[in-house]
Each structure stands twice: as C-alpha cells, then as structure tokens.
C-alpha cells in the first residue's frame, strides 16, 4: 500500500501556494485537481505549486498541472512550480517537458515572485 498524497494551502504575499507531500498516482491525482481548483483565487494573481515534498508522480498527475494551468491562464492568471534543482520533481518536470510550459523554480519565494510578476 502506497502512501496517500496530502495537501494544504498557504498564502504567501497574496498568492495562494499548494503543498503536495507523499505519493500523488492514478489512484488520488483527482484530489490534487479539486485541491488546485479550490485553492485558486477568482481574483488573485495565481497559484504555485510545491512538489518538493511529492515523493512520487505519475504522467496522470504531470497532466493535471498542464491542463490547470492551460485554463487558469484563460482568467490571466498564472502557475508556477516549486521543484528544487536535481530534485525528483525537477528530473521529472523537465524529462516530460512540463518546465517548457509552467514555470518550474527552486523555491517557493522565486515561484511567488513569478506567479506576481507582470506579463
């Protein structure tokens, strides 16, 4: 038995930052989906992401945070992702091409910064 994903939500200079911890797969990436949609401000600037504490993801779960961030930047917001350099997230991201689409930074303050920064 794997262990669950968890998530929690913080707000960092008026963007809302989600922690995913544990192992996110097939079997719980819904929860990761209503999380990120939940989490997200109508009218705030975006949401980042922090996979630093995901010790595991599948592509389901790499899919999920290119189709959310594809329709948040509908509203003109923008995603950013926490993955520490040579991190499994950050091997992961940029093997599947994600960093080409969301960026992908080393922590969560330069991911705040971006999300915050004008287009």
Do not use: W
């Amino acid at each position: 038995m794997t262990p669950s994903a968890r998530f929690s939500r913080q707000t960092i200079d008026g963007v809302a930052v989600v922690l995913a911890r544990g192992e996110i797969d097939t079997g719980n990436v819904h929860e990761l989906k209503a999380f990120l949609e939940n989490s997200t401000e109508p009218d705030g600037p975006g949401i980042v992401v922090d996979l630093d504490g995901a010790s595991y993801f599948d592509s389901r779960t790499i899919a999920t945070l290119a189709e959310f961030c594809a329709r948040i930047r509908i509203s003109r917001q923008r995603m950013a992702i926490v993955a520490a350099d040579g991190g499994f997230a950050a091997k992961v991201l940029r093997i599947a091409g994600l960093t080409l689409v969301v960026p992908t930074l080393p922590t969560v303050a330069d991911a705040v910064a971006q999300v915050k920064s004008p287009v």
